[in-house]
């Protein structure tokens, strides 16, 4: 496992208004899968495998996330004031003065998923690492392409294409050296960092500046959180193994 990393970005700022009920007066975080909110068990499992700083960056109903610190004193905040209306690249790119040099996980917090995820992050030689698998049972998603070498070469949303190497887990490994040079670029194409899902920035990162591994595992179990039904499929066919 790799001892350098210590440190954890989760993405933690949009509404999660497709979730309706679910996310009726609480973030996305806060949906309980197996009788547990889901940034909860997010933050558990990281501290189970040694990291000691997670910083959280949020916007909507930012105060429910801010209330965690006392029992989680290792929880630190960055708010975006404008998480309607810019993206999620912004989102990562604000938290750089609290990130400064450290190598980091970065995942998002609508996610639930088994140890494995983290421990195949952090066991993978690799310095700069986008988790997939398969493709999973959602209605809508992120999947990643190569060029036969497991470097990330394209995003797409259109789970059919026969070229995809798999889904994005929304899990990554990020070295300081890549975060560095994300938010160089991002500076001097704000708009376009406003614009961009973050996995599209990587994708424009690992084509143009500095290459993203693809590590697929087929031992790891997860789901995203976007819809309803999604909620029903975690509890029946992921939680057991979280």
């Known amino acids: 496992m790799d001892k350098r990393i210590k440190t954890a970005v989760i993405l933690a700022a949009g509404y999660g208004s497709r979730l309706k009920k679910y996310t009726d007066g609480v973030p996305t975080g806060f949906v309980k899968v197996g009788g547990k909110p889901i940034i909860i068990r997010s933050i558990e499992m990281l501290l189970s495998c040694g990291i000691e700083r997670i910083i959280l960056v949020t916007g909507y109903r930012r105060e429910n996330y801010e209330a965690l610190v006392e029992e989680y004193p290792m929880l630190e905040f960055c708010f975006n004031p404008r998480f309607i209306e810019d993206g999620s690249s912004w989102s990562l790119f604000l938290c750089r003065k609290q990130v400064a040099n450290d190598d980091f996980l970065l995942l998002e917090s609508g996610l639930i998923y088994n140890k494995n995820a983290l421990i195949e992050l952090l066991d993978c030689r690799e310095p700069d690492v986008a988790l997939i698998t398969d493709r999973t049972k959602k209605k809508r998603g992120f999947y990643a392409l190569d060029n036969g070498d497991d470097i990330l070469?394209?995003?797409?949303?259109?789970?059919?294409?026969?070229?995809?190497?798999?889904?994005?887990?929304?899990?990554?490994?990020?070295?300081?050296?890549?975060?560095?040079?994300?938010?160089?670029?991002?500076?001097?194409?704000?708009?376009?960092?406003?614009?961009?899902?973050?996995?599209?920035?990587?994708?424009?990162?690992?084509?143009?500046?500095?290459?993203?591994?693809?590590l697929k595992s087929p031992y790891v179990k997860w789901y995203s959180l976007v819809y309803p039904v999604d909620v029903k499929y975690a509890e029946e066919h992921v939680v057991q193994y979280c």
């Open 153 to 214: 070469s394209s995003v797409t949303k259109d789970k059919d294409l026969d070229l995809i190497k798999g889904e994005l887990v929304g899990m990554y490994k990020l070295s300081s050296d890549f975060y560095h040079d994300f938010c160089a670029d991002g500076f001097e194409h704000q708009d376009l960092l406003k614009e961009l899902d973050y996995r599209e920035y990587f994708w424009r990162m690992s084509l143009q500046i500095s290459s993203m591994y693809l």
